[in-house]
């Protein structure tokens, strides 16, 4: 369970990386606060395609084991482990899904 657990974590984090350009600016123009170092999270943007690919590669390897690798034990402790990381897993599919429409989403409040 460990290695599903670390992969959907590091899709959350490839995928807050890759929409860092842009949604730490977003959210400080929503609350109307002005901060001056937010334009030096425009580095990453770069990297976003890359960010997100691996991000994508990590749900992949992630939803394979959890879901497609048939099960070794079916013990009480297996079964509660493999919720726990059902549930990191979909809470990282959410944050890569925002993170890979983000762009069409701050449209919506940008323009």
Do not use: H, Q
């Not at 992969?7 to 990386?17: D, I, K, N």
């Not at 959410?94 to 762009?103: E, Q, R």
Request: charged content about 15%; aromatic content about 16%; some cysteine.
């Amino acid at each position: 369970m460990k290695s599903e657990n670390i992969t959907s974590m590091g899709t959350v984090a490839a995928s807050v990386l890759a929409s860092i350009c842009c949604v730490g600016p977003l959210l400080f123009l929503v609350s109307g606060v002005s901060v001056g170092f937010l334009g030096n999270f425009t580095f990453f943007d770069p990297f976003r395609p890359y960010l997100l690919a691996a991000a994508f590669l990590m749900l992949s390897f992630s939803f394979w084991k959890l879901y497609v690798k048939p099960e070794r034990c079916s013990c009480n402790a297996d079964i509660r482990a493999r919720r726990i990381s059902r549930t990191v897993f979909w809470t990282g599919t959410i944050v890569f899904l925002i993170a890979a429409s983000f762009n069409k989403i701050a449209l919506l409040f940008y323009g």
